[in-house]
């Protein structure tokens, strides 16, 4: 028997990816926050769709500075990632308090997060979302990827402090290349 869900918890359901540290930099300045809300929409060139909210931090130098990096941590910086999430910016130096590398991009003034298996330097391509719903579309312009890190786990925001870890991976058959 079905039974019913409060539409407040759907989005437990659909969360769209491994949980990712967006960095920004403004007037000199790095900031790093933590980030579940973001999908792919185009694949080449690649455009994510991300939301921050003009509550946090990061929205202005974004806003501003049209560039930031999307850091991909590993299961193993979960802790970290969570304490990212439960302060801000206006407060912390979070790559100071975290213990977070911060590592020169090579096309956005936002640093890459040396601990972190993959960093996409990304620059704004559409705000025609954000006034309404804090929707940025980005252009990643540059991807790295840390070849020691072998088969890094993410970690995916189920709501409420509870994450789900990618698991055992399985490859089908598929036409699409």
């Given at each position: 028997?079905?039974?019913?869900?409060?539409?407040?918890?759907?989005?437990?359901?659909?969360?769209?990816?491994?949980?990712v540290?967006?960095?920004?930099?403004?007037?000199?300045?790095?900031?790093?926050?933590?980030?579940?809300?973001?999908?792919?929409?185009?694949?080449?060139?690649?455009?994510?769709a991300?939301?921050?909210?003009?509550?946090?931090?990061?929205?202005?130098?974004?806003?501003?500075?049209?560039?930031?990096v999307?850091?991909?941590?590993?299961?193993a910086?979960?802790?970290?990632?969570v304490?990212?999430?439960?302060?801000?910016?206006?407060?912390v130096?979070?790559?100071?308090?975290?213990g977070?590398?911060?590592?020169?991009?090579?096309?956005?003034?936002?640093?890459?997060i040396?601990?972190?298996?993959?960093?996409?330097?990304?620059?704004?391509?559409?705000?025609?979302f954000?006034?309404?719903?804090g929707?940025?579309?980005?252009?990643?312009?540059?991807?790295?990827?840390?070849?020691?890190?072998?088969n890094?786990?993410?970690?995916?925001?189920?709501?409420?402090?509870t994450?789900?870890?990618?698991?055992?991976?399985?490859?089908?058959?598929?036409?699409?290349?």
């Amino acid at each position: 028997m079905l039974k019913n869900l409060p539409l407040g918890k759907v989005y437990r359901l659909i969360e769209p990816g491994p949980v990712v540290l967006l960095t920004t930099a403004k007037d000199g300045k790095a900031n790093v926050m933590t980030m579940s809300w973001h999908m792919m929409v185009e694949f080449e060139p690649p455009l994510i769709a991300c939301i921050v909210s003009d509550r946090d931090h990061s929205f202005a130098a974004l806003r501003k500075t049209k560039e930031c990096v999307i850091a991909i941590p590993a299961v193993a910086l979960a802790p970290k990632v969570v304490g990212i999430g439960n302060c801000s910016g206006r407060d912390v130096d979070k790559f100071d308090a975290f213990g977070l590398t911060a590592k020169p991009a090579r096309h956005v003034v936002a640093p890459l997060i040396a601990e972190c298996f993959a960093n996409l330097e990304c620059r704004v391509a559409d705000t025609r979302f954000v006034n309404r719903y804090g929707l940025f579309v980005l252009e990643v312009v540059k991807a790295w990827i840390d070849p020691t890190q072998r088969n890094p786990r993410t970690i995916h925001h189920r709501g409420y402090g509870t994450f789900a870890v990618d698991g055992r991976v399985i490859t089908l058959a598929s036409k699409m290349r």
